[in-house]
């Protein structure tokens, strides 16, 4: 048996266009600012893949794009992320006599990680230390239970340390979410909400970068339904356009959404029940990044 998850009719992206898509977005949107004096691009792109083989075999494919335009008091950035692992089981049996039998083999390929993410956002700094802002989003992830998530934000940060080698800002915003579960059953959520973000930038060594992101959104309909995001990355640079990174990222949500199991009843007929995801993802990544 092969399991399959294909994106509904009701995606506004495909998952293998959100490249392109950004690459549209980044290359459109320059003529818009092209009277701007200073101006100044700084892109980048990663892409990690495992694959094993054997007994039992699984595949991991990750990549990311980042795209952002500096002016002298405001930027422009595009980020586009995507995940998918597959396993295959095979599963052994023998048919025959103990000394003349045939080996038969089932195999199984299941679909343990998929999820994918489209931002866009823009600033436009108020003081050298304060900026507000606006910006977009899209995001798929069916095994956490997300078929589409649509998302507008607007709101005001304050930049605490800008330097070539330390960074660190904050802000917060006011959102409107579109949400869409994988769960029939369940009804569309149309919500407001404040998020609260916060990133670091550490230059260690001359090869050496850390970097830190926090994100926590909360649902204004329903406080219980509190979502936050954690992600470090290191980056070691092996040449002026190449790097390795490494990325820690952990999501958890307060109120996770529900998945259908199957049911086996005390007369043993059978039926599906809801019941909640887990709470906390985990990611753990290795991944070449090119800088252009």
Not at 54 to 69: K, P, V
């Amino acid at each position: 048996m092969s399991i399959n998850i294909q994106p509904t009719d009701t995606s506004i992206l495909q998952p293998y266009h959100l490249a392109v898509v950004a690459l549209l977005l980044a290359f459109t949107v320059q003529p818009i600012f092209a009277e701007e004096a200073e101006t100044g691009w700084d892109n980048s792109a990663e892409l990690s893949f495992v694959a094993a083989d054997g007994n039992a075999e699984t595949t991991t494919l990750g990549f990311a794009a980042t795209f952002l335009r500096r002016w002298q008091n405001r930027k422009w950035k595009t980020e586009v992320t995507g995940l998918q692992a597959d396993s295959t089981t095979t599963e052994r049996s023998a048919v025959g006599t103990d000394d003349n039998f045939t080996i038969l083999e089932v195999s199984t390929t299941e679909r343990v990680a998929e999820k994918y993410n489209l931002r866009t956002r823009f600033d436009k700094d108020l003081t050298p230390t304060s900026f507000w802002f606006a910006g977009a989003g899209w995001a798929q992830d069916e095994l956490a239970g997300i078929d589409t998530r649509l998302s507008a934000i607007a709101g005001f940060g304050k930049t605490f340390r800008d330097t070539e080698t330390f960074r660190t800002a904050a802000d917060l915003g006011l959102t409107y979410t579109h949400e869409k579960a994988v769960v029939n059953e369940v009804d569309d959520d149309d919500f407001l909400g404040l998020r609260l973000y916060w990133e670091l930038f550490r230059q260690l060594t001359a090869s050496t970068q850390y970097s830190f992101e926090l994100e926590i959104n909360e649902n204004l309909d329903d406080t219980s339904d509190l979502r936050a995001d954690l992600a470090n990355h290191l980056k070691v640079s092996m040449s002026e356009r190449l790097a390795l990174k490494l990325t820690l990222a952990f999501a958890y949500d307060n109120q996770p959404a529900l998945t259908t199991v199957p049911l086996i009843r005390p007369d043993n007929s059978t039926g599906t029940v809801l019941t909640e995801l887990d709470e906390l993802d985990s990611v753990l990544k290795v991944a070449l990044v090119f800088d252009f």
